[in-house]
């Protein structure tokens, strides 16, 4: 399936917007651990996972941080630069052999005043990640460090590719504690 195709399962699209999206979307492909977005760097472009998966983090007290993972048919943007315009200090790294759709968001912004069911499509992948935020943010306060694993491995067939650096900084616990948990349901 194609991204228009997947986007017309959330909001169904005129043929216009469907042609003027198909316009603007192009692919771009990751090898291992390339970087798609410098530290640094002010985010213009919005991301779909095709295949493989991505991670946004940053760096604190020398300590690599994993934010977020992003997998197939998920969005990966830093959306506090892309809605200020500003720099970030987060990155966006590819983990494995990744293949990602790619939408200049300049352009995507100026179709909403031409083509609202893009608007309305953009709206609620935007509000879709909103909400996964705080569920993030809720599981950091109310879930136990195992409990946010096990909700990790529901959630994705990739966690075998991902380096368990990047899933411990990822729950905030180290990668000893994580050993012990992945121990423990073994």
């Known amino acids: 399936m194609n991204l228009v195709s997947y986007f017309q399962t959330i909001v169904p699209l005129s043929p216009t917007a469907q042609d003027a999206l198909e316009a ?6 990751y090898r291992k651990n390339d970087i798609i977005q410098e530290i640094g760097s002010t985010c213009r472009t919005l991301y779909m996972v095709k295949s493989g998966c991505a991670r946004i983090f940053y760096w604190k007290d020398g300590n690599d941080i994993t934010e977020h993972f992003s997998f197939p048919n998920e969005l990966i943007v830093r959306a506090e630069s892309l809605f200020t315009g500003k720099p970030t ?12 759709y790619a939408i200049d968001s300049l352009v995507l912004f100026r179709l909403y005043d031409q ?20 569920k993030r943010i809720e599981s950091l306060q109310f879930h136990s460090a195992k409990e946010r694993y096990l909700e990790l491995l529901k959630s994705t067939q990739y966690v075998q590719h991902i380096p368990l650096k990047y899933i411990a900084s990822y729950l905030g616990i180290t990668q000893v504690s994580l050993s012990r948990i992945r121990a423990d349901i073994s």
């Open 24 to 29: 603007l979307i192009t692919t771009s492909t």
């Open 89 to 100: 200090s987060k990155g966006i790294q590819a983990i494995t052999d990744t293949e990602l």
């Open 115 to 134: 083509h609202h069911d893009i608007e309305r499509l953009f709206r609620i992948l935007f509000e879709q990640e909103y909400v996964n935020t705080i």
